[in-house]
Nanobody
């Protein structure tokens, strides 16, 4: 299972970024896949996930600003982030599992997102 995240960077408040997560070693559509983030000194926070049926979930703080999507043919997960705020600054990771149940969990909206694997992360900094 491998992930290669990209698309992070420095952006001013109100700006946009599109994160990508190229995956290999598993079928993207088999189980849920999503994004979490972690800022220095803070706990890991679930951001968004998409389940095997294509249903999407978002944490309240990003609802209406972020959009998760995936391309199963390209084995790639995306996160379009608009109207970025300084509090969105963090390292963003894509994560998934390859079995029915994952060992780690995050609450993302109404979804309990389970995962076992995650990538190396991509830094997002929102600042003037």
């Amino acid at each position: 299972v491998q992930f290669v995240e990209s698309g992070g960077g420095l952006v001013e408040p109100g700006g946009s970024l599109r994160l990508s997560c190229a995956t290999s070693g598993f079928n993207l559509g088999d189980y849920g896949i999503g994004w979490f983030r972690q800022a220095p000194g803070k706990e890991r926070e679930g951001v968004s996930c998409i389940d095997s049926d294509g249903n999407t979930y978002y944490t309240d703080s990003v609802q209406g600003r972020f959009t998760i999507s995936k391309d199963n043919a390209k084995n790639t997960l995306y996160l379009q982030m608009n109207s970025l705020k300084p509090e969105d600054t963090a390292v963003y990771y894509c994560a998934t599992r390859t079995k029915k149940y994952g060992r780690a969990t995050l609450i993302i909206g109404a979804e309990i997102f389970e995962y076992d694997y995650w990538g190396q992360g991509t830094q997002v900094t929102v600042s003037t």
